[in-house]
């Protein structure tokens, strides 16, 4: 089958002028973004497995190579939706034609929600071991994601058996699909209501101290994500058949997907860089980073808190190991002990009436011990 289809552009554009609609035919523009797109997404396929395939490596692991691969493919899928919703690609005779399916559980809840909601768990996690000082696992810490993910859910069986006339539905006449306008509504409220709970944990992790930048890279996500919703906000709601026009369409899906990988490799380039082409030096200058500034800044003790306020030992150093492992996963444990953030004067004063000099061994990829908790 022919790109496009001139037959089937013909019959559009015939039924659009009835309708007293303004549409472009599908052209070559089109392809060029599909086939745009597609390339850079393949590209991106590659990082992944390279990411996962070196997940061990610290500086990787810090970053949560799981969640990088489950921000992609919610891009991905977000992808695929805009090649339908967007009108890039012919729909008729094929699944796109499943409007429901492809441009409402495929686009708006496995793409743009799931985005959001990887941006929104890494901020979370981020906020749990920094702020609250507390690891980055079990039911307390899942529990929001738990909850978003039943809110998806439901929203979208609710919509699934919802007429598709009062949700999303295929014109064959025109070979589009519609939504709605009070499903779109629904739709947009809730994923800035999603959107909004990033924005409020990214206020709260502003102040924390690390040596890896991660509060300016979620930063720079949470902006991304904003300008992205407020694009597409005021595109469906102001330029309402803005698929009919290549003008509109073309600059949409291309922001999308810009700010997609935008959002993957603001978090992922320099390290996997450095891994493949710098290994062992970033390697030892990420470990001798961590310990200069890492954890003093991150887990800082107040010495001037009372016995009271704290919390047992065994279970502060469990918590503190545990929460390094999200982030600073790996690091070797003789350079980092929880416990020797804070040493009694006496130790100092021992090593050096004995003449002893604390000597830091070089870091040994082989030596790291593998981290459970890692998503």
Known sequence: MAFPNAE???????????????????NKGDLAVVIVLTIIYGLDLIAVILLLWNRKYP????????????????????????????????????????????????????GICGVCGVVALRTYALFHVFQLNLPSRGLRFYLPLLLYIACILVFGIVAS?????????????????????????????????????????NWRIRHIRSSFNESREMLIGCLIVFVVLTFNTCMQFIHKNYPLQRKYRIPSTI????????????????????????RQEYLQQWVATLRSDGLQR?????????????????????DQESSLGFFYAETPQQIYRPESVVRPWSSYREAAA???????????YNGFEADRHLI
């Open 59 to 110: 500086p990787i692991k810090s970053k949560g190579p799981l969640m990088m691969a489950c921000l992609f493919i919610c891009s991905a899928f977000w992808f695929i939706g805009d090649l339908q919703v967007n009108g890039h690609v012919q729909l008729a005779n094929s699944v796109f034609t499943n409007c429901r399916g492809f441009g409402f559980w495929v686009r708006v809840l496995l």
């Open 8 to 26: 089937l552009e013909s019959q559009r554009m015939e039924v659009a002028a009835a309708l007293g609609l303004v549409l472009d035919p599908r």
């Open 298 to 318: 991150a887990y800082e003790i107040d010495s001037s808190r009372s016995a009271e306020t704290l919390q047992p030992a065994s279970k502060l150093q469990k």
């Open 354 to 364: 004995g003449s002893q000099l604390v000597s830091w061994p070089q870091p040994s």
């Open 255 to 278: 922001l999308d997907h810009i700010c997609c990988n935008a959002l993957l490799w603001v978090i992922v380039a320099k390290p996997l860089f450095l891994c493949l082409f710098k």
């Open 161 to 201: 058996v919802l007429s598709p006339s009062v949700s999303a539905e295929y014109i064959p006449e025109l070979d589009i699909c519609r939504l709605d306008e009070p499903f779109k509504i629904a739709i947009f409220v809730f994923v800035w209501i999603a959107s909004l709970f990033v924005g409020i944990v």
